[in-house]
């Protein structure tokens, strides 16, 4: 535990400049990335070695175009046959994976397109990860959500029509803990059908007792599978901790939940085996747990602080329209978000054959739900922003895109009796 060391809301004193130097020059004053913290529940699962053993073994130069077309042309796709979709060699057989695609997802999905929204209620956070807006050394507007304003921003939102929502706090256990969160979960109960959360990782009693409050699933992004690299880009805090973080999911299925979502953050690391383990995962886990909603987002790196620090690969939209491809052909039966760092022109094209939700209405800040869906102005400060985004289309705007391409919009799939 290291919480003397955190959230640093205002201008850093020496201490914890010096402490901010240590972890980015000194790898031996980081903790040991694999080593549970104190209170981190361990459980007993085969679920992380058989991924990694997959992804340790892949090389992606073994795969050739007669392995591609051989994999397009099997009824079901094996892990092999994943593996070659995954492959520089699919490249040039773009069409003929997107063909194969989207007959996956009209025999699953028909012509359904589900929308929801994401609602930020706070963004402090006790994580140093070198990528991230939200990360306690950075110096941002800091702003965490009374039940008043949460409640005010769910009407607000649910006033628009959308009955999907999604919540994430920043990854503070001191400033959002489980009960805040749980107590928000009750709120949005009331307002929608549907209640996702993103939050930090959290013990299974604990999920169960947010599943009570009223989340129906959670998402957790394990930003990037590679556990060494994940290191250098995870200096301190509980998100530290990769294996407790891998299995997150698994976590929140056995206390309860009815769906998780899973995602690697493309551009940290190579973003072939991030989305070969983020598969994976998925695949496991949906065999394992085979009543359980699972889906998949596939968000690239977008511009953040401290961008330059990282080395971002980049991934270009044909190689993420690949990924996408490749997912919806593997895991016909797995939902697909496509995340509002995309372009419109992307998203409105990927959805008619690989991706199956798409948010709509989209703020990443805390608070500003008011001013960008009616105009009117802020009644107190609100939060910056985690990332920036490039559709910020609103509910009506994504609605009739959807609706001209001749798919149906679905805001709301869910009865409770």
């Known amino acids: 535990m290291e919480n003397e060391y955190i959230i640093q809301w205002d201008d850093m004193n020496p201490a914890a400049k010096a402490r901010k130097e240590r972890l980015e020059n000194d790898p031996s004053s980081r903790t040991d990335h694999m080593a549970y913290m104190e209170g981190m529940e361990q459980i007993r699962s085969d679920i992380m070695d058989k991924v990694m053993s997959h992804?340790?073994?892949?090389?992606e130069k073994n795969y050739t175009e007669a392995d591609v077309r051989a994999a397009l042309a099997h009824e079901v796709c094996t892990i092999e046959d994943f593996k070659a979709l995954l492959?520089?060699?699919a490249q040039p057989l773009l069409e003929e994976m997107a063909r194969k695609a989207m007959i996956e997802r009209r025999n699953h999905f028909g012509n359904s397109v589900y929308l929801f929204t994401p609602l930020y209620i706070a963004n402090y956070c006790e994580n140093y990860c070198v990528y991230c807006g939200f990360n306690c050394y950075n110096h941002i507007q800091r702003k965490k959500l009374t039940m008043e304003e949460i409640e005010h921003e769910m009407k607000v939102i649910a006033d628009s029509g959308i009955e999907e929502?999604?919540?994430l706090t920043g990854e503070s256990r001191k400033m959002?803990?489980?009960?805040?969160?749980g107590e928000a979960c009750k709120l949005a109960r009331q307002y929608f059908r549907n209640v996702g959360l993103e939050i930090y990782p959290v013990n299974t009693d604990e999920y169960r007792y947010l599943h009570e409050c009223g989340a129906d699933y959670i998402t957790v992004f394990q930003e990037t599978y590679?556990?060494?690299k994940y290191e250098t880009l995870h200096l301190m805090g509980h998100k530290r901790v990769w294996p407790y973080r891998f299995e997150a999911q698994e976590r929140a299925l056995m206390g309860g939940m009815r769906g998780v979502g899973f995602s690697a953050l493309l551009g940290l690391d190579d973003f072939?085996?991030?989305?070969l383990a983020t598969a994976l995962h998925v695949y496991y886990l949906q065999r394992k747990y085979p009543h359980a909603e699972m889906s998949l987002?596939?968000?690239r790196l977008r511009p953040i602080i401290n961008n330059d620090k990282i080395n971002p690969k980049d991934v270009h939209e044909t190689q993420l329209c690949q990924i996408l491809c490749a997912y919806r052909i593997f895991l016909p039966y797995a939902g697909i978000t496509v995340s509002s760092r995309e372009v419109a022109s992307f998203r409105d094209h990927i959805i008619r054959f690989a991706a199956t939700k798409i948010s709509a209405g989209v703020s990443t800040g805390i608070g500003d739900h008011e001013e960008k869906y009616t105009g009117k102005e802020k009644q107190a400060e609100s939060g910056d922003e985690q990332f920036e985004i490039s559709d910020d289309r609103s509910l009506e705007a994504i609605y009739n895109a959807i609706s001209?391409?001749?798919l149906q919009p679905v805001l709301n799939e869910y009865i409770y009796v």
């Open 226 to 228: 590679n556990p060494d």
């Open 272 to 275: 072939r085996r991030d989305a």
């Open 55 to 59: 992804v340790k073994a892949y090389d």
């Open 165 to 167: 929502i999604l919540m």
């Open 87 to 89: 492959s520089p060699a």
């Open 176 to 181: 959002s803990d489980v009960e805040y969160i």
């Open 297 to 299: 987002s596939c968000p």
């Open 404 to 406: 001209e391409q001749g």
